[in-house]
């Protein structure tokens, strides 16, 4: 078992910037192998995919709709995954989840940033972007 906590969350005018953390703990031992995402959810919509890295901190993959603003890495060695968000706009403003996973690590499922891609869930951290 993995467990995940998200932290940073919070309040931002738009144009602004924030930066997700997500530290892992448990079974971690394997951290490298697992590929991990960020999703968010707004009110009244589906969770969405927003960003996904590889295993080893190898690719990355991101939505349409932040590529060019957010960018997602980590360090293995604090097992801690980051998303930095630039460039903030309302439309941004969600429950932000990291995941992670090991069963469906290639390219060809990333790409699309999927949820069935990811077993382990943080609890959410919120973010908030006034105009």
């Known amino acids: 078992q993995v467990q995940l906590v998200e932290s940073g969350g919070g309040s931002v005018q738009a144009g602004g910037s924030l930066r997700l953390s997500c530290a892992a703990s448990g079974h971690t031992y394997t951290y490298n192998t697992y590929c991990m995402g960020w999703f968010r959810q707004a009110p009244g919509k589906e969770r969405e995919g927003v960003a996904a890295?590889?295993?080893?901190?190898?690719?990355?993959y991101y939505a349409d709709s932040v590529k060019g603003r957010f960018t997602i890495s980590q360090d293995n060695a604090k097992k801690t995954l980051y998303l930095q968000m630039d460039n903030l706009k309302p439309e941004d403003t969600a429950i932000y989840y990291c995941?992670?996973?090991?069963?469906?690590?290639?390219?060809?499922?990333?790409?699309?940033?999927?949820?069935?891609?990811?077993?382990?869930w943080g609890q959410g951290t919120q973010i908030t972007v006034s105009s």
């Open positions: 890295i590889g295993t080893n901190g190898g690719r990355t």
């Open positions: 995941a992670a996973g090991r069963q469906y690590c290639s390219g060809f499922y990333l790409q699309n940033i999927p949820q069935f891609a990811f077993a382990y």
